[in-house]
Antibody, heavy 116, light 108 residues
Framework: EVQLLEAGGGLVQPGGSLRLSCGAS????????MSWVRQAPGKGLEWVSF????????YYADSVRGRFTISRDNSKNTLYLQMNSLRAEDTAIYHC?????????WGQGTLVTVSS | DIQMTQSPSSLSASVGDRVTITCRAS??????LAWYQHKPGKAPKVLLY???KLETGVPSRFSGSGSGTDFTLTISSLQPEDFATYYC??????????FGQGTKVEIK
């Protein structure tokens, strides 16, 4: 079964850091580009970051560039998102998604809450 | 960046109704458009890609049309499991990948 499973969310204070992970199974992870997409409370979907299968190419939304870092470990079939200098507006459910031009496989998401 | 505008933002419908959701791009995107269904607490699910191609396993009551800037998602006969929020998404000019604001389909 094709599956993506996120972990690492939680409550963090403004200015703090958190690292999310996304484990993949049921498909050849290394050949798939991946993205993080988030949904803030009461809001729609927002693309956050992209990484190619080989990690040679990464992109970031303007709202997170310089604060978030996407990476992957193909030997562990795992995608990561290191989030630093977190702000209240980063509060959201973070989904990982396989990115075959569009987002063809999604995880259920992990909740990140930034609050004091 | 390409802006995607969906309408309506919400609608109420009954089981068996025909439902149409529209999506407009701020510039031409050819047919590089996907539609997703999202239920609370669940993974979003792709329904259609390239504007009109049905993803494997998606029921045929879902259909899509359009090219350029104007697109529609149609559910021919609404089923109980179809109550959800629907998003359009352009992947013509990336980054960034951009979504419409969503259309919540509720039970009348």
């Amino acid at each position: 079964e094709v599956q993506l499973l996120e972990a690492g969310g939680g409550l963090v204070q403004p200015g703090g850091s958190l690292r999310l992970s996304c484990g993949a199974s049921g498909f050849t992870f290394s050949t798939h580009a991946m993205s993080w997409v988030r949904q803030a409370p009461g809001k729609g979907l927002e693309w956050v970051s992209f990484i190619s299968g080989s990690s040679s190419t990464t992109y970031y939304a303007d709202s997170v560039r310089g604060r978030f870092t996407i990476s992957r470990d193909n030997s562990k079939n795992t995608l990561y998102l290191q989030m630093n200098s977190l702000r209240a507006e980063d509060t959201a459910i973070y989904h990982c998604a396989s990115t075959d031009y569009y987002f063809d496989i999604w995880g259920q998401g992990t909740l990140v809450t930034v609050s004091s | 960046d390409i802006q995607m505008t969906q309408s309506p933002s919400s609608l109420s419908a009954s089981v068996g109704d025909r439902v149409t959701i529209t999506c407009r791009a701020s510039q031409g995107i050819s047919n590089f458009l996907a539609w997703y269904q999202h239920k609370p607490g669940k993974a979003p699910k792709v329904l259609l890609y390239e504007a009109s191609k049905l993803e494997t396993g998606v029921p045929s009551r879902f259909s899509g049309s359009g090219s350029g800037t104007d697109f529609t998602l149609t559910i021919s006969s609404l089923q109980p499991e179809d109550f959800a929020t629907y998003y359009c998404h352009q992947y013509y000019n990336t980054p960034p990948w951009t979504f419409g604001q969503g259309t919540k389909v509720e039970i009348k």
